[in-house]
């Protein structure tokens, strides 16, 4: 069964800083992988997909995101964070036919300090 | 206006009422689904809907139902509600043809006394 661990429950970095946000995953064969970024009291914005090709991916806001096959890895990332990127950060695996269903993480909250 | 919308955004009940909760979706996407969000649990899968007449439970469907009144919409009920359902409740939207990129609704939060 597919599986994303998030293996960071907070980080906390100072506005201007970069940003590495963990994501592992489990599935058994080439993944779709995803990142979403939740605002406080918003809805769930995808922010990236990676689903074949380059393995490192550009999204929104300045986020990009590296699929690493050999450590089951697809961390998010952000050279310079800006205080307007604190949020909830999930990651989300799925795969290709008609049966596969995203499994999200538990979620990284972004603590930003000025 | 959001391409997947959910009514209500709030609400409160009490315990034991029927509460239901409505998602329409403008995308076209064949595939529809409720997410229940609990802090430090993350998304959790309540039932999803892969066509008109497709019903299938997720993970977490026990003191839920849903109905898939069209392509468009699709919604969530409790038949009896308990405190422990008080959480914030996501309809979201994919398509099997782009990837199944999971496309969410904003959110309905539901509080139950």
């Known amino acids: 069964a597919q599986s994303v661990t998030q293996p960071d429950i907070h980080i906390t970095v100072s506005e201007g800083a970069s940003l590495e946000l963990r994501c592992n995953y489990s599935?058994?064969?080439?993944?779709?992988l995803f990142w979403y970024v939740q605002s406080p009291g918003q809805g769930l914005q995808l922010l990236l997909k990676?689903?074949?090709?380059?393995?490192l991916v550009q999204g929104i806001k300045g986020f990009e995101a590296e699929f690493k096959r050999s450590q089951s890895s697809f961390n998010l990332r952000k050279p310079s964070v800006h205080w307007s990127d604190a949020a909830e950060y999930f990651c989300?695996?799925?795969?290709?036919?008609?049966?596969?269903?995203?499994?999200f993480g538990r979620g990284t909250s972004l603590i930003v300090h000025p | 206006d959001a391409d997947v919308t959910q009514t209500p955004r709030n609400r409160i009940t009490k315990t034991g009422k029927r509460i239901m909760l409505e998602c329409s979706q403008t995308?076209?996407?064949?595939?529809m689904y409720w997410y229940r969000q609990d802090p430090g649990l993350g998304l959790r899968l309540i039932y999803y809907?892969?066509?008109?007449?497709?019903?299938n439970k997720g993970e977490i469907s026990d003191g839920y139902s849903v109905s898939r009144q069209a392509q468009a919409k699709f919604s969530l009920s409790l038949e009896s509600a308990i405190p422990n359902q008080t959480a914030l409740y996501f309809c979201?939207?994919?398509?099997?043809?782009?990837?199944?990129?999971?496309?969410f609704g904003e959110g309905s939060w539901l509080t139950v006394v």
């Open positions: 989300a695996v799925g795969g290709p036919g008609g049966s596969y269903i995203p499994t």
């Open positions: 599935y058994g064969a080439t993944p779709y």
């Open positions: 995308k076209g996407h064949d595939r």
């Open positions: 990676y689903f074949s090709g380059d393995t």
């Open positions: 979201a939207t994919s398509d099997v043809n782009r990837e199944n990129t999971i496309y």
């Open positions: 809907s892969f066509d008109v007449k497709d019903i």
